[in-house]
Structure formats: C-alpha cells, structure tokens
C-alpha cells in the first residue's frame, strides 16, 4: 500500500501511526539536513511529544540544501507521501515499524531557495536545527578557524539572496527577523562535534560580521547555540531496507529509515524563543553537556573510526560482522578502555557498562551498517573522534597504541584496493591531497601526518609518530588481522 495521510488508517495493525490530527500542528522548528538519522531520531522524539500534546506548534519545515541524489530523492519521496515515512526499529527480538509525522512540509532549496528563507524569517520559526554532516561547518580543522576561502562561502558572501550552504541560509533569515524587529531563532547543532553549539555560534557569527559587522553583533548576543549530544546508530537505507518494509509490513515506502533501539539525546537547557517539553519523552537537559559529548565521541565515533578503516582493510562489509571477529571486537575494547582515562565523570552514567552496551550496539546483526558510512570524510572525523584524546594521552603519558592504529589503519586505507584490485574510492573533500599523501609515503605515515589543516603540531610528536609509523608498517608487512594478533600477543 502506498504510504500517504489517505492510506495511513488502512495500513496493517503491526504498523504503529500516528494518533494526532497532522493538519493542527504548526512548524515551529526549521531543520536542515533532513537525512536517516534525524528522521531516526529528532523526527521521533517530536513524533512522541504530538501523541501527549496535540496542536503542538513544534512541527517540522525539513530543508534539504544540496543539489545531490540523496536529497532530490528525499524530496521526491517525502512530496509525494504528504511527507510521512516508516522508522523500522531492528533488533534480535524482532522489527517494530511505526509511521513518523512530525515533518509536515519539505523544502528542496535548489528548487527556490527564496522560500527557504522565508520559512526560516517565518515568526513561527523559533528553533532551526541541523544535522548537515562534520564537513558541513565549513571550519579549519587545524586551526578551528572559519573557511573563508571556501567556494560556497565566497559565493555566499557575494549572492546574499542566493545562498548555497547553511550560514547563507540562516544569515539571510536573521537579517530579514532584524529589520523587521522579530526575535530571532536558536540554532541547535545535531552533529557530532564536540562542542557543537560553541562551534556553530563562531562560524555563524564570523559568517554574518562579514556581511555586517552590526548584524553579526546582534547575532552573537541575541541568538541562543545549545550544545547538544546525539546518538542512535542509524544505516544508510538501502533497497534491501525498502523491499523489507513492503514485505514484512505491507507498506509502499519510497524512503524508509531503520535504526537501533537505542537512543539518546542530551541538550544544554538555553534556548532563545522558547522549546518543546522535550523532557517528557525522554531528551536529558542539562546545564553541561561536555561530559556527555565527550563520552559519546570518544568512546562510540572513535571505535567506529577504528572499525571502518580496520574492517576494510580486513574485507569486511559490515559493522556487526566486525564486531562477530573476536580480535576486532578486543581491538575495540582496549581502544575505549585506552580512551577512558581522558573522560570525566558522567552523571548518571556507569562508563564501564556504556562499553558493555557498546559493544553490544556494534554487534547488533539486524543493523547492516555497513564500513564506507564510517569512512566517508575521514579528513572531518578523525580530527573530532580520535586526535583529542591521542593529545590528552600524551600528556598523561598512557598507552596510544589503538589509537595510533586508527590513523595508521586510515592512512593505509588512503592508499589501498578493492576486492576487484581497484583503488579504494575515498569519498572526502581532501581526498586528492589525502591519498598523494599517504601513497607518497607507503609506510612512512610522516606525509600525511604533516597536513597541518587536520593534525595540526601533532607530526611534532615523535612518541606519535613513532607510533603510528610501527602500525602501519605492520598493517603493510602482516594485515589487519595480522596486526592484531602481533599486538594482543605484545599485550
């Protein structure tokens, strides 16, 4: 049955939908960056708050930015299905699927970006959230500086009407609300950057004092960045995803989305034009979200990091049939147990059974996840994920050895080959300086460690360099499993 509002009462009785009149709801949230995991997660929890609140004016207005595949066939699916679409939640213990409503409009910006703005100047507007990937913040790694020079950003400040990427965006709607004497909007950050509302108020506000210097001043006092800690392991979807729904649910869904059961969202209380009631379906708000973040990041993104590129190599496909090796699935154990002592406390939170529950996560086999998800734009993750607390171990004085490996592992990943013998295709904006590099030095990791813009004064490290040189010439001389078999026996 094809999924829309005149089909969702007659879809079967194992599909949970919603119970709330779609049509009362108004849009006070703009989020851009409509992918898998906000539908996965944001979208739900909304979708969770309308069934105990309905006539809520905390709808979704999603916005896709990109002139990609990826966003026109969200368009296209989300239009075409009055933009409902079915959350399968996969676990050994069966498949729940319920149909999600809380976004009831999509914007495609190429289509008239002029309409984007308006929806985000729309008084209604109160919350702009953003899930638009690592690379999305247009920043320098090495530095933590604003990208000026970036093509999009270039284009941005010269076409103010016309914008491309998301500080364009949300710069011309502020403006619009300020000469019209309307409060402005919190903007809260989704992604998986430490910090990230910290990071979005200096790329925003340097942004917009560009512009006008008078604007980015108004910005940076009046608008509200919470920081926010994300999680729910979410797989691309596939047409394998897609074939499941319409057979085990009945359901016609252009666009499905499957995810794990867990789920967790933790948000800095400070918001600027009011918020939902998040609390009351299970979102944390707290006063510091740092320790929650940095758990998650340190722990969770940086183990993935290491079983994308390991996992790779090793000719794995998926996350779970890693996790089924029992020498990768050590890998990642002593990788978080390296990571711990860089953490503080957490409240209310057990570290050593977040890693039990880790590992459990990872080994989920109803969640193909699959290893090219976690090795796309490793030049944006590694730095996020794995190189603060290779920093910190260093001035402790503890052991680096997995997560030199880490590097080591995505250095050799740079240069290596598919099962058909060829060239691994590196999907990252610096994927030609990337792989120049690391060919260029075969086991020497010192060409790619020397990009500045990722690793900054870290080449200056020998107990680092050293480190990850003797990971990569044994991935180079005995192979991943190799390698971890030469360091549990060293252990």
Known sequence: MKLNEASLFRLPGNVRVPNYDRHQITNGIVHI??????RSHQALYLDDYFHQNPGSDWGICGV?????????????????????????????????????GSITQYLFAPDNRPAVIEALADPKCRIVTLTVTESGYYYIEGSGNFDVNHPTMQHDLQHPDQPLGTYGFLTAALEKRRKQ?????????CDNIQGNGNMVRKMLTTFAEMRDPELGRWIAEQVAFPNCMVDRITPLTTPADIKMVAEKFGIDDAFPCVAEPFIQWVIEDTFCA?????????VQMTKDVHPYEMMKIRLLNASHMLIGYLGSLAGYTYVYEVMADPLFQQAVANLMDEVT??????????????????????????IR?????????????IPKFVLGSIRDKLQLGGAIDYLSLTIAAWCQYLSSQDKQGQPIRIDDPLADILTQQARSGKTDPRPL?????????????????ETVADKL?????FGAKGTLVRSSQAQ
Request: a negative charge.
């Open 369 to 381: 996840d699959q290893l090219p998800r976690l090795c796309l734009n490793g030049s944006a993750k």
């Open 64 to 100: 896709g930015l990109l002139d990609f595949d990826y966003d026109r066939r969200m368009r296209d699916a989300l239009q075409s299905q009055d933009c409902l679409y079915t959350l399968v939640e996969r676990s050994q213990d069966g498949d729940r699927a319920r149909i999600i």
């Open 274 to 282: 009011g918020r939902p009631d998040w609390e009351s379906v299970g």
């Open 33 to 38: 960056g409509v992918g898998g995991f906000h």
């Open 449 to 465: 460690l020397s990009l500045v813009e990722i690793f900054g004064d870290l080449v200056q490290s020998p107990r680092f360099v």
């Open 341 to 366: 002592p860089t953490l503080q406390p957490v409240p209310g939170i057990d570290l050593d059974d977040y890693k039990k529950t880790l590992i459990e996560r990872f080994s989920n086999p109803k």
């Open 473 to 477: 010439s044994s991935l180079h001389e």
């Open 181 to 189: 004497g309307l409060a402005p909007f919190t903007v809260l950050s």
